[in-house]
């Protein structure tokens, strides 16, 4: 079980460029969560799947955003276009089910 | 829709002693549960302690406890035994039961400091 995991862990980027993360959950965990964490908040919730569809998305999730699990493995988060207000820290968990969380390092997105 | 609110940015603890931090929550429903979730610096989030709203007795994990109090809406942790490895970001979460998602809802956290 080497955990969850998510590249790269830093990203810098200007306005406008687009950017895309990747999270690889747990193997055995059919849960999969993004979420975003900007400075002194708690994180919130981006998106869900459950295997490879996405049950529910946040309205903090704009056009902008897109995210794909195919085959149910790992997933990606990619953003277009770039604003300064999407520099946060993007986390990804999973679980198995409804049990706990585990939460990987997050990626450090910083768009200038 | 539910919310998590922790209104005590910061902490600070002498080393071997207990701290207390709070939590309150607002929701409508009966059945969930409550998680406080410890963030070291630069490290990732891990799980502190975990309770079942349906359950009356506190949660308990080694020297970490919780005071549950469903009436009130509040849902503190304490820190018995305080240890230099425990300064972290702490951030309640609240979750349903038998959501769709179970996503998880944060606080905005309390950041604890221990003094050696």
């Known amino acids: 079980d080497t955990g969850v995991s998510q590249d790269p862990r830093h990203k810098i980027t200007k306005r406008g460029q687009n950017v895309t993360f990747r999270c690889d959950p747990i193997s055995e965990h059919n849960r999969l969560y993004w979420y975003r964490q900007t400075l002194g908040q708690g994180p919130e919730f981006l998106t869900y799947?459950?295997?490879?569809?996405?049950?529910?998305k946040s309205r903090l999730l704009s056009d902008r955003f897109s995210a794909e699990r195919p085959k149910g493995s790992f997933s990606t988060l990619e953003i277009q276009r770039t604003e300064q207000g999407d520099s946060a820290m993007y986390l990804c968990?999973?679980?198995?089910?409804?049990?706990?969380?585990?939460f990987g390092p997050g990626t450090r997105l910083t768009v200038t | 829709a539910q919310t998590v609110t922790q209104s005590q940015p910061e902490m600070s603890v002498q080393e071997a002693e207990t701290v207390t931090l709070s939590c309150t929550y607002d929701?409508?429903?009966?059945?969930?549960?409550l998680f406080w979730y410890k963030q070291p610096p630069s490290r990732q989030m891990i799980l502190v302690i975990r309770q079942e709203a349906y359950k009356q007795q506190n949660a308990t994990e080694n020297r970490f406890s919780v005071n549950f109090q469903k009436a009130a809406k509040s849902f503190s942790l304490k820190i018995s035994d305080s240890q230099l490895g425990d300064a972290a970001m702490y951030f309640c979460a609240y979750r349903s039961h038998g959501g769709a998602t179970n996503k998880l809802i944060f606080g905005t956290g309390t950041l604890l400091a221990v003094q050696p």
């Open positions: 799947f459950q295997n490879e569809a996405q049950l529910e």
């Open positions: 968990a999973s679980s198995l089910e409804w049990y706990e969380q585990y």
């Open positions: 929701t409508s429903e009966s059945d969930y549960y």
